[in-house]
């Protein structure tokens, strides 16, 4: 099993700034795809970036030019990094990734974390 473990969201004003962490454990032989989703009150969750294991990203058009997605490889750990953030961007941000386990070599399966709270205020 792999667990996900976030860290970084909170309150801050709008045109401010927050990172966010996603550290990977368990028993992981290699994690492909990693990426960052966020969910708002009433709303369905929506993809806001992602990152392949080579390193290509994609982002939502609402975040593009403001957040950027990185990752350590060495340490399987996922980062989003979130500048001039807008009211509209308060929302449970969600880490996932794709993984192999080391005792299932030939099992890719996806994996999320808890989900942790962005609060952009006027």
């Known amino acids: 099993q792999v667990q996900l473990v976030e860290s970084g969201g909170g309150l801050v004003q709008a045109g401010g700034s927050l990172r966010l962490s996603c550290a990977a454990s368990?028993?992981?032989?290699?994690?492909?795809?990693m990426g960052w989703y966020r969910q708002a009150p009433g709303k369905q969750r929506e993809l806001v970036a992602t990152?392949?294991?080579?390193?290509?990203?994609n982002y939502a058009d609402s975040v593009k030019g403001r957040f950027s997605i990185s990752r350590d490889n060495a340490n399987n750990t996922l980062y989003l990094q979130m500048n001039s953030l807008k009211p509209e961007d308060t929302a449970v941000y969600y880490c996932?990734?794709?993984?192999?386990?080391?005792?299932?070599?030939?099992?890719?399966?996806?994996?999320w974390g808890q989900g942790t709270q962005v609060t952009v205020s006027q």
């Open positions: 996932k990734c794709r993984a192999v386990l080391t005792t299932h070599s030939l099992y890719e399966a996806q994996y």
């Open positions: 368990g028993s992981i032989f290699s994690i492909n795809a």
């Open positions: 990152i392949t294991r080579g390193g290509a990203t």
